[in-house]
Every structure is written in structure tokens, then in C-alpha cells.
T-cell receptor, first 114, second 112 residues
């Protein structure tokens, strides 16, 4: 079974631009979560989608948004990019958003903001 | 809120040495506990997990036991290999928060 895929793997943008990242979950998984990884803040939760609905959101500004499609694929968007948005963005999928379930991670999208 | 405190790194060991990476947590309810590993330039890979007290997770020679009384989930391996060099993350998932909460990560380097 194919794992979680994320595209693109690398992105370079300039301040003020916007960016869209894509995530395809493992087949049959309906929950998709997004995390930001930076050297200073570590791994931080962005949001979680289940059946096209945002079920949970982390402590990030409104410039960070996302959505999920009927096939469970998800996108996240960052508008008005800032230098501090440079990070590895990780997507994870699970069958259901339950505490005993395992989240499987993709390889990430490395975003660099210049 | 939920939190995970992980042993600070970096940790450098010789091949075949014993490994322990300490992890303690604070959470409401009964969280599930995980260890993830990250190799350079890659995402996170699940190493092992435990979903209830006294459960032992194990994989590839690594083990961790869910200790509710000490709120701990320490990672151990009896004999490390050079290929185990990576960053290790302890994490918890609680039903109330509905998200993974990660520790700060421990960089492990194993020398031949």
C-alpha cells in the first residue's frame, strides 16, 4: 500500500507570496493532519481534517488555512508569507482521529521563504 | 495542556552500546504514546507505540513501556547500530486534544 505523499517536496518563495501544499493520504485513511517543523519551535500541530471538515486547529494565524476533498486528499495554504514560515511541513494520515490510532507521516514539503 | 519532556541531546554512542532516551509526559485522560524516528531529509517514521498502561511497544530491537505511575515512556535498545543514527521523537495523542504533542527530539549518533 502506498504511503502518504506530499507535493512538492521543495519550494522557494519570497515574502508576501502565497503557497499551496498538497497531501495524499494512505488509501482508506480519512483523517489528515498537518504539522510544522522548525529548529526553534520543533513540531507543532496546524490542523486536522476528517470527512472534509476541519475538526481541530492549532495556534497559528489565519494566514494558515487548509481544506480536504471528498477523496480525503488535503491541501494547506499559507498566504502573505513571512520569513518565519520557512519550515518543513508534514502531513499525516490515519484511519480515524481516535487516540489509539496511528498517524503515518509523509516525507514533508520543505518551504524556504526569502 | 498536554506536554512531553524528552531527554536533551545530542547523544553519541559507540556501536553495540546500550541506549536509553528518557521521555515523560503530562496529559489528561489516557493518552496513547509513540516514538517516531526521523532520518536526515525525511519525514517521521513510526517506531513503536503503546495505547494503555503497562503496554510494551517494540520494533527493530527498540522497546518502550507505558508507565502510568511515573508518566514515562522511555526508549531502550540493547545494542545500537550505526544505522540507528537519527532524531527520535516521543509523542502523545490524547482524545481530548485530538492532536499529536511532540517532545523536542533527541539526536542520536552511533559511531563505528
Amino acid at each position: 500500500k502506498a504511503g502518504v505523499t506530499q507535493t512538492p517536496r521543495y519550494l522557494i518563495k519570497t515574502r508576501g507570496q502565497q503557497v499551496t501544499l498538497s497531501c495524499s493520504p494512505i488509501s482508506g485513511h480519512r483523517s489528515v493532519s498537518w504539522y510544522q517543523q522548525t529548529p526553534g519551535q520543533g513540531l507543532q500541530f496546524l490542523f486536522e481534517y476528517f470527512s472534509e471538515t476541519q475538526r481541530n486547529k492549532g495556534n497559528f494565524p489565519g494566514r494558515f488555512s487548509g481544506r480536504q476533498f471528498s477523496n480525503s486528499r488535503s491541501e494547506m495554504n499559507v498566504s502573505t508569507l513571512e520569513l518565519g514560515d520557512s519550515a518543513l511541513y508534514l502531513c499525516a494520515s490515519s484511519l480515524e482521529p481516535e487516540s489509539t490510532d496511528t498517524q503515518y507521516f509523509g516525507p514533508g514539503t520543505r518551504l524556504t521563504v526569502l | 495542556g498536554d506536554s512531553v519532556t524528552q531527554m536533551e541531546g545530542p547523544v553519541t554512542l559507540s556501536e553495540e552500546a546500550f541506549l536509553t532516551i528518557n521521555c515523560t509526559y503530562t496529559a489528561t485522560g489516557y493518552p496513547s504514546l509513540f516514538w517516531y524516528v526521523q532520518y536526515p531529509g525525511e519525514g517521521l517514521q513510526l517506531l513503536l507505540k503503546a495505547t494503555k498502561a503497562d503496554d510494551k511497544g517494540s520494533n527493530k530491537g527498540f522497546e518502550a513501556t507505558y508507565r502510568k505511575e511515573t508518566t514515562s515512556f522511555h526508549l531502550e535498545k540493547g545494542s545500537v547500530q550505526v544505522s540507528d543514527s537519527a532524531v527520535y521523537f516521543c509523542a502523545l495523542f490524547s482524545g481530548s486534544a485530538r492532536q499529536l504533542t511532540f517532545g523536542s527530539g533527541t539526536q542520536l549518533t552511533v559511531l563505528p
